[in-house]
């Protein structure tokens, strides 16, 4: 059975056996403020209280484990599942105080893009919606509010994307947080793309770009093998046609490998008439890794190219690099 902090109230109804029906809306209410005892639910009767609470002595169904902060603020957390397994989460929080939850989404990933940490450790399972919520609650029991959630940690979302969906519908209809604050990253996993575009929730895209050069971004990513940068487009136009929204283009930059003015050119052609916003990512060092970081100039020569085109483009600040929990730097702590 999943935790309870990923289940709608009429599963919440079903599983402990909740009467009146407005009961199991009243539990979802303080599960998704992140309640981790039903002695806490002061508004049910105390006999019911005494019964959840016999049947659920500690809630999470995971705990928190080892913690990181970085001096620029961010928090790393690992956390241990009950099978035993584990995975990473990150709290980033800007210079404007805005706090973002990083979550993951599997134990470890399947799609093995060469230049992330996760990736080279492999696949172990997916989470459920429930240990998703969980890595949620566990930041915010640390650091306070959270007003915006990227699913960029461990795994793939769209590999998982029932269970992500899950924990999108608590964090918007439980938690309260608008579906703007809520962004899903995919290394480019068509088919999910194309759900999301058809049937929701409609919430931020982002897509690990990395390279608009079919050749060189399929010895990065192995997805673009099966889902070539073709079909990648068309998949982002769909997207981009039931929502409106600008789509995020992460591009994580690698010295001397797709750092060069021929690489943003190539992006440019690439980009075409989607409305699109670029972050530039310095790629963050990860030891044993065949990669290096790219110089000064080949970041400021990518960029002024993709400027001087008009485009929307940022240089994502490295945050949570000192405790390896920026960008394809996750899972440094564990071993599957
Ligand atoms: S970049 Fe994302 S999709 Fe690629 S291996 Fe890492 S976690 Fe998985």
Request: hydrophobic content about 45%.
């Amino acid at each position: 059975m999943d935790s309870l902090y990923g289940m709608a109230p009429a599963e919440l109804a079903g599983a402990l056996s909740l009467f009146p029906a407005y009961r199991a809306r009243q539990v979802y209410r303080w599960l998704a403020r992140g309640a981790a005892s039903f002695d806490q639910m002061s508004d049910l009767p105390a006999s019911e209280r005494g019964r959840l609470s016999a049947l659920y002595p500690s809630i999470p169904s995971s705990a928190p484990g080892a913690e990181l902060a970085d001096e620029d603020g961010s928090l790393k957390l690992q956390i241990r599942l009950a099978d035993g397994a584990a995975v990473e989460c990150v709290l980033l929080e800007d210079l404007e105080g805005r706090k973002t939850a990083c979550l993951s989404c599997q134990v470890g990933c399947p799609m093995g893009c060469a230049f992330c940490k996760t990736g080279s450790l492999g696949y172990l399972r997916d989470l459920s919606a429930g240990e998703i919520m969980e890595q949620f609650h566990f930041l915010s029991l640390r650091r306070g509010p959270i007003s915006n959630v990227v699913f960029m940690g461990m795994g793939e979302p769209m590999a998982n994307l029932g269970a992500v969906r899950k924990a999108i519908s608590v964090l918007s209809d439980g938690v309260g947080m608008s579906l703007r604050k809520i962004t899903i990253s995919t290394s480019g996993l068509v088919p999910g793309i194309l759900e999301l575009a058809q049937a929701g929730p409609a919430v931020r895209l982002a897509v690990s770009l990395t390279a608009a050069d079919e050749e060189l971004r399929s010895s990065l990513m192995p997805v673009n093998k099966t889902y070539g940068l073709g079909s990648l487009k068309a998949a982002l136009a769909s997207y981009q046609a039931a929502t409106g929204e600008r789509i995020t283009l992460e591009c994580a930059i690698m010295g001397g490998v797709n750092a060069s003015a021929m690489s943003a050119r190539s992006l440019l052609d690439w980009i075409g008439s989607l409305k699109v916003q670029v972050n530039v990512i310095p790629w963050n060092k990860v030891p044993g890794l065949p990669f290096s970081e790219p110089s000064r100039q080949e970041l400021e020569s990518f960029m002024s190219v993709l400027e001087a085109a008009g485009v929307v483009a940022s240089r994502r600040m490295r945050r949570g690099r000192g405790v390896m929990g920026a960008c394809g730097q996750l899972g440094d702590t564990l071993k599957y």
